[in-house]
């Protein structure tokens, strides 16, 4: 792969800037090398493990998503940092929960999580059920107990109903298991596929201008690709951020060790999970500290931090090129009319302080 | 009207229990009384004065209704307060806004709001339009100003675009009247047409059960009609909380002089706006204090303050349910999907003090 590769780019920075546009590089070489690394997104979704993708868990799992009613406070929803029309992220630096606090990490998104080997910066949730119960019961986020949420769902005879469509024949069928269960289904079906990166993995000559085609080299020979690799370009395995030169403490700020918390290993400190990079044109700000507002920036910093390579500026415009052919068609999502509440239903508590 | 009402109630309260199931109150009587009080919510949009209701505005106001990246904080949207999956409203006694700050009144929906004669409780917007300015910039909900949102607007390309594609023709599509009139063109398309009482008004004999029509005729003869009329029953003019007997601080706190604030006129002190009552089985908490969750409290509450009535539980109970036969079919909206933020785009500021 490399030989042929560096064949190219060599013939390229040798090529006169205007031939360069003619002298694209060749598709079917270029897709030969990049599946390699990376795979398409399929066009619907796959059901998780120990999950079922029935239509009724699926639409479960989109009220719960949007319900806000889930939080103590009555104001926050999976929604409201995994936002559907903002490529599934809040657009904050961390995100604000519960009584205005501010939590440690940028929200990532949730859209093409089903493929990510595991949840959250740091991995500690392997799947995408066990993620949903995390956030609501975080006392910065939407400091709720499983048993309020439980108790909030028995008390509404929509959710007593669509929770027996979702599990049928379960005699206890609302429980925090099935909530989380709901809402992974629903999570997994919000994918993005058919970005033109796709369509060129997928044999679409021309579905990559010769900028981008550029930029899709430069991110394998550069290395970046290492990391940043399979469906999601991330999202599978672990790395110190830092790796070759350690970034600012405004990127990498020094109270936050990553997977050292999870596995309390020394080799794990400011561990984090690759990015998953699909989408990441809509994504910003970026890295866990969410520091970084501008897309080529977050490619140096990463160049410096990890490859210990300064990349020219013309490289860095072609991998964000690239990088925005990573947007995929975004989920199209029906609001859910929710359940209207019932006498028992818990009110609300904005201000409870735990 | 009154004489063949009060003959069919007086016909009902002397029949036996079993009997009043059959000796039902007939439709046709009953719905010539209704008419005139009430009208059917029509079946499609109407245009607000001075607005049109082109597919590429309703689409843009449907973006900016959605869109957090419109408060100051980058949290907040209409629909964090005016949920189109609960009703149009928060669910919350009074709404929470910037820095946690809690708001003075609680939030009215914006389901069939296009049918009120004026916005907020005490009237105060004459359109919605005009309302849509008021939240943007109020310190304790979005705390934005009119400058920051066109700045954030004219940063990104799909707004640019979409602004343009909404107001043909203008220099300057991007003001913040068009962004309001946009946001009102897709509210006018926020209706719950086709209610079982809309039904029943327009004809179809048997949307109403038993029990529902005594509560509507209780609704007409106890004198609720008199304030809560029109297609929105309620929404049309103003009346003093507590025009017979004031009711106590938490339920009409001293603070709040309602309408007083808009007019400066003795007159106006605690007179609110009737409250719109479409869909009120969704909109619990009640009153612009939020502080009543249960909707048969809020009736009594009413009859005594408003009429001096003490009313049979009975009375309440059927006038309960006839209230539940104006949920109508809430809309069907598509989240959107919101333009990608540009590198001149105001970075959000949760933390902002003014």
Chains 1, 2 share one sequence.
Not at 18 to 25: P, S, T
Not at 41 to 68: K, Q, S, V, W, Y
Not at 126 to 155: I, Y
Request: charged fraction near 20%; proline fraction near 6%.
């Amino acid at each position: 792969m490399k030989t042929s590769l560096l064949a190219i780019l060599a013939f390229g920075a040798l090529a006169a800037p205007a031939l360069a546009q003619d002298a694209a590089i060749d598709d079917a070489t270029l897709r030969e090398d990049a599946l390699s690394y990376f795979a398409a997104i399929p066009l619907t979704a796959e059901a998780p493990e120990g999950n079922i993708m029935t239509r009724e868990r699926i639409d479960l799992g989109a009220m719960l998503f949007f319900d806000p009613r889930m939080s103590r406070s009555g104001l926050f929803s999976c929604q409201s940092c995994h936002n559907v029309g903002l490529g599934g992220v809040d657009g904050l630096e961390t995100s604000i929960g519960h009584g205005w606090q501010q939590g440690p990490r940028n929200a990532p998104t949730m859209l093409n999580a089903i493929f990510n080997i595991a949840q959250f910066w740091d991995g500690r949730a392997p799947d995408l059920a066990e993620q949903a119960k995390g956030p609501v019961q975080a006392g910065v986020e939407m400091n709720n107990t499983p048993d309020n949420v439980v108790a909030t769902l028995q008390s509404m005879s929509g959710y007593v109903d669509a929770f027996a469509a979702a599990f049928p024949g379960e005699a206890d069928a609302i429980s925090f298991d099935n909530f989380a269960r709901a809402i992974e289904a629903f999570e997994a079906t919000l994918i993005t596929p058919n970005s033109r990166f796709d369509q060129f993995l997928n044999g679409q000559d021309g579905a990559l201008n010769d900028q981008e085609k550029r930029g899709l080299a430069a991110f394998m020979e550069t290395g970046c690709a290492a990391c940043h690799g399979g469906v999601n370009l991330g999202g599978q395995e672990y790395y110190p951020f830092g790796l070759i030169e350690r970034p600012g403490g405004s990127v990498l700020p020094e109270g936050d060790r990553g997977r050292f918390a999870v596995t309390e290993t020394a080799d794990d400190e400011y561990v984090f999970r690759a990015a998953p990079l699909r989408n990441v044109a809509l994504t910003a700000p970026y890295f866990h500290s969410g520091a970084v507002w501008d897309l080529p920036e977050a490619v140096r910093v990463m160049s410096s931090a990890q490859l210990g390579t300064e990349l020219e500026e013309g490289q860095v415009e072609d991998i964000v090129a690239f990088l925005g052919t990573l947007t995929g068609e975004q989920p199209e999502v029906v609001h859910p009319i929710l359940p209207v509440r019932g006498a028992a239903t818990p009110e609300p508590e904005p201000m409870y302080v735990k």
